[in-house]
C-alpha cells in the first residue's frame, strides 16, 4: 500500500493537469449505507493515495479521516480535517459531504479539496515554483495585485475532476449518481466546469450550497480571529529583534496569512451562498398579487434550503385584505396561522397547529418579542423547559416534542415600520444551530417577504374595496315580479381592474308591469362606475314616472349632458306588459336583444332603431312595440359577452342567438349556457376577458285573462258599496282565503272614498290583478297625487280625508304607491297570497 501510495504520488507530480491554471483537483466518493466505499475518482486516488482497485469496498474510515465526522447524515455538512499521509503532500483539506436522496440504497456523496492547491488559486508560489501572478485562477480573472500593493483574490474557482471538458464529466456523472439523466448531467456538467463550485441538481432544480451548513463554524471563525489578534501584538513585541530574525518573523507570518487564507475563502463563499440565496428567493416569492399564494411562496422559500420547519403568523387586518393595521401588537391581538411547511412526517404538524387558527401570544415570549420590536429573535436551542414554557401556550395540545432541542429563529414581517406577521423558523436537532450570521440572512429574508406580502395586502384590499363598490352599484333584481321571471350574472373585466360601467336593472312599475334596463358607461375604472351609478339612479327615477322608454332615454341623455363633457353610454330601457303581452322599446346605441320564440324555440334579434349613445344629445329616440308570447324570453347583455377578437361583433351576435336558444333546466342554468358558450365561441376564458359582462335574462310568462278582473264606476258615493261588493265577489270565485277578501275589500272601499270624494273627474276604476301576489289598482281622472298625512288633523276630526284612507292602505298593504297615467293617477296596492 505505502509503495502504491508513493508510486501514485510521484505520477500525480508529473500529470500536466495538476496544476493546470484556472482549475482544483476535486476528490470524489460516494460512501453507501454501511460506510463502505462505493466510488472512488481518479482525484481521490491522487489526494488520499489510494487506487480505486484498493479503495471500492473498503471502509471509508480507513480512507479518509473526513468521512467519521459527519456518520449517518441527513442534511448537506462541510468541514475541514487534516490527513496524515496525503497524496497531495499537503496536510488539510477542505470537503463537503451530500446525503443522496432517492430510490436506492442511502447514499453519501464526498467531495474533497487541497487546501494547498486552494492556496495556489488564491495567490502564492505554486508547487512547481512558479508565481500565481503568472496565470489566470478562473476564467478571465488574474492573482496578484495593484498599484497600491493591495492583492487581488479572485472571486471563485473552478474544478477540474480528471475529466478535460464538460462532455467528459457529463459522462461520468451517472456513474455517481444513477437517477440522473443525461441531460440533466450534460447540464450540470457545464454548470460545474462555468461556475466554479459544487452544483447539484436533482430532479428539483435546487443547488446544493458550496457551505451547506451556511458558513464557516464558529470555533473556525474565533480561532482566525484570534490568530488576526495575536499577529499584531507579536510583531510589536518582536521589534527590537536582529534583522535576521526579524526576517523569520516575516516568514512565519506569511505561513500562518497562508494558514488563514482557506478560511477566509470559505468565509467568502459562505457570503456569496447567503447572497445567491436572497437572490433566488426574491425570485421565487411575489409571482402574482394573490395574497395567499404569496404566504405559499414564502412558506416554500426557506424550507429545507434555510430551514427546516417554517410557521408563518399574520395579523388579521392583513388576512382581511383591509387597510393598515392599527397601533401596534398587544397580547390580545389575534394572529393568524396562515401557513406550515416542514419536512417531518406527513400530519406531524398539521394535526397539533393547524393552518386557519387565530391565537394571540402572551408576553415575555420569543415571539411577542419579536412583534413588538420588530427585530429577530435567535435561540440557538430550545431547552426542555424552555419548549415547556412556549407549549404551555397552546391548550389542550403538547407542542414540547415538535420543538424541544430545536434551534429557532423569529423573523418579522414588516413594511413601512410596522410589523404585519412573523415567521417561526426552527431546524431539527441533527442540524447546525442557528447563528448570527443566519440572524441577518433570516431578517434580510423576511424584509423581502414582508414587503412582497404587503403588496399583496394592498392589492387585495383595492381588490375588496373595488368589488364593494361594484356590488354596491349593481341592485339585488329580485328573481319574480308579476308575470316575469329574471336571472342576472356580472362578470367583470379582470385585465383592467375589477371595477367598470357595465350595468343591468328591473324596475317593478304600476299595472303589474316590469321595466327591464342594461346600460355600459364606456371606459373602466373608478370614473365609468361613477357614472354607471349615477346614470342607474336616474333611470329607475324616471321610470316609476311613467314616462314612455324613448322619453325616458330623452331625460337620461340630458343629464349625462349636465353631467359634464366625455360622458358617453349605451342603454337599452324596456317595458313588458305581461296582461297586454307587449314589449315597449327603446335603444341608445346599445347591442340589440334577443328574443327566444317559444313557440319555434328559436332566438332572433330584434329589428330596433340603433339611436345614439347617451351624452351625445339632439338626436331623438324611437319606441317600439313588440308583441310577445308566455313562454318567450328576452336576452339583454353589454357587448363584452359578444366580442370576439379579429371577427365581427356580428358573428358573436349570431352566436348569442343560438346560445340563448338551448333548452335549459332554470334560468340559472340558460344563463350559465350562453356564458360558456359565448366563452367558447370567441376563445375568451371567463377570468380573461378584457372587458365587463351583464347579462340579464327574462322569461315572459304573461298574466292571463282569468287572472284579471276591471269594472268602472260612476264619480259617485252611492258607487262605493257596489265596488266592495265586485272586489268581495271576484275574491271569493279566486278561492283566496277570508282574511285577505276581507283586507283587499276594506282597502278598496278606502281608495274608491277617497277618488270619489276628493278627485276632479267623473269615472273611476278598479282593476285586480292575481300572479305570485294580488295587485289593486284604483284609478281617476285627476292628475293631482294624493298626499299621505299625519294623523290627528283636520280630516281625521271630520272623519274622511285622503290622509286616513291611505294611513290605512299604508299599515295594512304590503307595498302600496302612486303613478300618473295619461288621464290621471292611479294608487296601487299590493297583498301576499299564500303559497302552496
Not at 453507501?32 to 479503495?55: I, K, N, P, Q
Not at 408563518?312 to 411547511?341: I, K, M, N, S
Not at 328574443?595 to 351625445?616: F, H
Not at 359565448?678 to 340579464?696: E, F, H, I, W
Request: charged share 25%; hydrophobic share 40%.
Amino acid at each position: 500500500m505505502e509503495r502504491a501510495r508513493a508510486g501514485q504520488h510521484a505520477q500525480d507530480r508529473t500529470d500536466p493537469t495538476a496544476d493546470e491554471p484556472g482549475r482544483l483537483p476535486l476528490a470524489v466518493a460516494v460512501i453507501d449505507g454501511e460506510g463502505r466505499v462505493s466510488h472512488w475518482s481518479t482525484g481521490a486516488r491522487r489526494l488520499f493515495g489510494v487506487t480505486r482497485e484498493d479503495a471500492v469496498g473498503a471502509p471509508a474510515d480507513e480512507l479518509m479521516p473526513v468521512s467519521g465526522a459527519f456518520g449517518a447524515l441527513s442534511y448537506a455538512v462541510a468541514g475541514r480535517a487534516h490527513v496524515s499521509e496525503p497524496g497531495s503532500g499537503s496536510g488539510d483539506v477542505l470537503w463537503w459531504a451530500y446525503p443522496l436522496v432517492g430510490k436506492g440504497p442511502e447514499r453519501i456523496l464526498v467531495l474533497a479539496a487541497d487546501t494547498a492547491r486552494l492556496r495556489t488559486r488564491a495567490g502564492g508560489a505554486r508547487p512547481d515554483g512558479t508565481d500565481a501572478d503568472e496565470g489566470p485562477v478562473t476564467g478571465g480573472s488574474t492573482g496578484g495585485g495593484d498599484a497600491a500593493g493591495h492583492e487581488r483574490v479572485a472571486p471563485g474557482f473552478a474544478l477540474h475532476t480528471d475529466f478535460p471538458d464538460s462532455a467528459a464529466l457529463a459522462a461520468r456523472l451517472p456513474e455517481i449518481l444513477p437517477s440522473m439523466s443525461t441531460r440533466d448531467s450534460a447540464r450540470i456538467a457545464a454548470q460545474v466546469l462555468e461556475l466554479g463550485y459544487p452544483v447539484l441538481d436533482i430532479s428539483r432544480h435546487e443547488r446544493v450550497p458550496l457551505t451547506p451548513d451556511w458558513g464557516v463554524p464558529r470555533r473556525v471563525e474565533r480561532r482566525a480571529r484570534q490568530r488576526r489578534a495575536v499577529a499584531p501584538a507579536a510583531t510589536e513585541a518582536a521589534g527590537s529583534e536582529l534583522a535576521g530574525t526579524g526576517t523569520a518573523r516575516t516568514e512565519s507570518a506569511s505561513a500562518r496569512a497562508a494558514e488563514e487564507k482557506p478560511v477566509s475563502d470559505l468565509e467568502h463563499a459562505a457570503v456569496r451562498e447567503r447572497l445567491e440565496f436572497l437572490n433566488e428567493v426574491s425570485g421565487a416569492i411575489g409571482t402574482s398579487l394573490d395574497l395567499a399564494r404569496t404566504i405559499e411562496e414564502v412558506s416554500r422559500a426557506v424550507v429545507p434550503r434555510f430551514t427546516d420547519v417554517a410557521g408563518t403568523y399574520l395579523r388579521e387586518q392583513v388576512v382581511a385584505g383591509e387597510g393598515f393595521p392599527d397601533g401596534p401588537p398587544d397580547t390580545t391581538t389575534p394572529w393568524h396561522r396562515v401557513a406550515l411547511e416542514h419536512m417531518d412526517e406527513p400530519g406531524r404538524w398539521d394535526d397539533v397547529v393547524p393552518v386557519g387558527e387565530s391565537m394571540p401570544f402572551p408576553a415575555h415570549t420569543p415571539f411577542f418579542r419579536c412583534m413588538t420590536t420588530g427585530e429577530p429573535v435567535l435561540v440557538p436551542r430550545i431547552s426542555e423547559e424552555a419548549g415547556h414554557a412556549i407549549a404551555a401556550q397552546f391548550e389542550k395540545r403538547d407542542i414540547s416534542p415538535l420543538i424541544t432541542h430545536r434551534s429557532m429563529l423569529v423573523v418579522p414581517l414588516k413594511a413601512r415600520n410596522v410589523v404585519l406577521g412573523f415567521m417561526i423558523l426552527l431546524r431539527h436537532r441533527e442540524r447546525a444551530e442557528f447563528n448570527d450570521m443566519d440572524r441577518v440572512t433570516g431578517a434580510e429574508l423576511a424584509a423581502r417577504a414582508g414587503l412582497v406580502l404587503d403588496n399583496a395586502r394592498m392589492y387585495t384590499h383595492q381588490e375588496h374595496v373595488a368589488e364593494t363598490l361594484q356590488d354596491s352599484m349593481l341592485p339585488r333584481v329580485a328573481p319574480r315580479t308579476p308575470g316575469c321571471d329574471t336571472a342576472t350574472r356580472y362578470l367583470p373585466g379582470t385585465w383592467l381592474g375589477r371595477v367598470g360601467g357595465d350595468w343591468f336593472d328591473t324596475v317593478k312599475l304600476p299595472g303589474s308591469r316590469t321595466a327591464l334596463v342594461v346600460g355600459d358607461v364606456m371606459g373602466h375604472g373608478l370614473n365609468s362606475a361613477a357614472m354607471m351609478g349615477q346614470l342607474r339612479t336616474a333611470v329607475q327615477t324616471m321610470a316609476v314616472l311613467e314616462l314612455p322608454p324613448a322619453q325616458l332615454l330623452r331625460n337620461l341623455d340630458d343629464l349625462a349632458q349636465r353631467l359634464g363633457d366625455g360622458y358617453l353610454a349605451t342603454c337599452l330601457y324596456a317595458v313588458y306588459d305581461p296582461v297586454a303581452n307587449e314589449l315597449r322599446i327603446a335603444n341608445a346605441g346599445h347591442v340589440p336583444p334577443v328574443l327566444v320564440r317559444a313557440e319555434c324555440g328559436t332566438g332572433e334579434l330584434l329589428d330596433l332603431p340603433t339611436g345614439v349613445p347617451i351624452g351625445v344629445g339632439s338626436v331623438p329616440f324611437e319606441t317600439v312595440t313588440v308583441p310577445v308570447a308566455p313562454g318567450d324570453r328576452l336576452v339583454l347583455c353589454t357587448d363584452g359577452l359578444v366580442e370576439m377578437r379579429g371577427a365581427d361583433i356580428a358573428e358573436g351576435l349570431a352566436a348569442l342567438c343560438e346560445s340563448a336558444a338551448h333548452p335549459a333546466a332554470s334560468m340559472d342554468d340558460a344563463c350559465d349556457t350562453i356564458i360558456r358558450e359565448l366563452a367558447r365561441r370567441t376563445s375568451t376564458p371567463l377570468d380573461g376577458r378584457k372587458d365587463d359582462v351583464a347579462l340579464l335574462m327574462a322569461r315572459l310568462n304573461g298574466i292571463g285573462e282569468q287572472d284579471v278582473a276591471t269594472w268602472s264606476f260612476d264619480a259617485r258615493p252611492r258607487e262605493v258599496r257596489g265596488a266592495r261588493a265586485r272586489t268581495r265577489a271576484q275574491l271569493t270565485r279566486w278561492a283566496l282565503p277570508e282574511e285577505a277578501v276581507d283586507t283587499t275589500e276594506l282597502l278598496v272601499s278606502e281608495l274608491v272614498t277617497n277618488a270619489v270624494r276628493h278627485a276632479r273627474g267623473d269615472r273611476v276604476q278598479v282593476r285586480l290583478v292575481r300572479s305570485a301576489s294580488l295587485q289593486c289598482e284604483v284609478s281617476d281622472e285627476d292628475h293631482a297625487p294624493p298626499v299621505l298625512r299625519e294623523s290627528g288633523g283636520e280630516d281625521d276630526a271630520e272623519g274622511g280625508g285622503p290622509g286616513r284612507g291611505l294611513r290605512v292602505v299604508a299599515r295594512l298593504a304590503r307595498e302600496w304607491g302612486t303613478s300618473r297615467t295619461p288621464d290621471g293617477k292611479t294608487v296601487w296596492f299590493e297583498q301576499a297570497l299564500p303559497t302552496g
